[in-house]
């Protein structure tokens, strides 16, 4: 995942970092030393996975993962353990011997949203949380309300937003405003709320027919089969286009070229969420006004009518209405502003640093 290579090489400037993984990808999109797979059995696999769905295993104990996890201990010698994800978290309990070394657990968006209405999960956790040694670090207030909520202990824990490269991510163009064009970059997933952005824009092309607005999609997945069918059927496809996926310089070109960027966010039937969308820190950071939903952390990135508008989840005719209404806005140097302040990938890996510091030596 990006983000946590991005934040893997802001801390390895100026730490010795070791990365532990289930499997190596796109090493030359991704190079980077110091890295060992680890190798689950088949048994520790499944267990592990059941775990997180709905069988709930007491334990995700494995001799095998035990046995590399306590070699890496013993060579590297570790101040600290960072666990992306709440099931990483889990496995590092159950299969360390050493309860000393400090743990800190990063949670996301699916691990702080779906899983914690199993019963099981909630357990694990709640018993992940107590242990003397394990430090949470939440991607919003958001997610750190929602384990309040459930009384699952965050007197230890941290909030950490996610950082971006805003120097990649900046605009060199300001092109005309005909056609007016509203861009999303993200996977097709539920959550993601393509369909409502598009019955949505369907609802904005019936009021201004003469109107000359686009939007553009940029991505794949799951349920993009279904958001092609849909703009089909509202017979608005000459006004939309899937792009596909992208590289980096090819996105940054969209973003370039778009006057607003779209991100629909909802909860989906899973009770899945985002945490903050790092695409969304990605647009305001090249001036993008944004047209969200008040959706988990986004509200904490995006101030309705000052960053743009926000609208509840799946409310169609009001998104509609933000659509007509963000046709006069221009592009906002504040949006960058606020990025450059508390979304950059350097400060977040520093605010990191010093989360480790403050943890390390109040324990």
């Not at 999109?29 to 048994?43: A, C, I």
């Not at 349920?223 to 509202?234: F, G, H, I, M, P």
């Not at 409310?315 to 450059?340: C, F, G, H, S």
Request: aromatic share 10%; charged share 25%; hydrophobic share 40%.
């Amino acid at each position: 995942m990006t983000f946590i290579y991005n934040e893997v090489i802001q801390l390895s400037k100026t730490n010795e970092v070791l990365v532990l993984c289930q499997e190596r990808k796109s090493v030359d999109k991704f190079p980077f030393e110091s890295l060992r797979v680890l190798k689950l059995t088949p048994l520790a696999e499944r267990i592990f996975w059941a775990m997180l769905r709905r069988l709930g295993w007491n334990k995700t104990y494995s001799a095998s993962l035990s046995r590399q996890l306590e070699s890496v201990i013993q060579t590297f010698s570790p101040d600290l353990i960072h666990a992306h994800f709440g099931g990483s978290g889990i496995l590092m309990m159950d299969n360390i011997k050493t309860k000393q070394i400090p743990i800190f657990v990063h949670f996301h968006g699916f691990d702080a949203s779906a899983l914690l209405k199993l019963q099981h999960y909630r357990d694990r956790i709640k018993r992940l949380l107590s242990t003397k040694n394990v430090y949470p670090i939440f991607v919003s207030q958001y997610m750190r309300s929602k384990f309040d909520a459930l009384d699952i202990s965050i007197e230890k824990s941290s909030i950490l937003y996610y950082g971006i490269d805003i120097k990649k991510f900046q605009r060199t163009s300001r092109p005309p405003k005909k056609p007016f064009i509203f861009l999303q970059v993200a996977s097709f997933r539920d959550k993601k709320g393509q369909i409502y952005t598009i019955e949505a824009f369907a609802k904005l092309k019936a009021q201004l027919p003469d109107q000359a607005v686009r939007l553009v999609f940029v991505g794949d997945g799951e349920t993009k089969d279904e958001c092609e069918s849909l703009v089909y059927d509202l017979g608005i496809s000459s006004s939309v286009d899937f792009k596909g996926v992208l590289g980096g310089a090819s996105i940054v070109e969209e973003l370039n070229k778009a006057h607003c960027f779209v991100h629909h966010s909802i909860t989906a039937g899973n009770g899945n969420q985002e945490g903050i969308p790092n695409a969304i820190m990605e647009a305001m950071a090249m001036e993008l006004p944004v047209l969200s939903t008040y959706h988990a952390g986004i509200p904490e990135l995006v101030e309705d009518g000052k960053h743009g508008y926000l609208v509840e989840e799946k409310d169609v005719n009001i998104y509609a209405e933000r659509m007509k209404d963000i046709l006069t806005w221009d592009y906002l140097p504040e949006n960058r502003l606020k990025v450059k302040r508390q979304f950059e990938q350097e400060r977040h890996a520093n605010n990191l640093l010093d989360i480790y510091k403050d943890r390390l030596a109040s324990a």
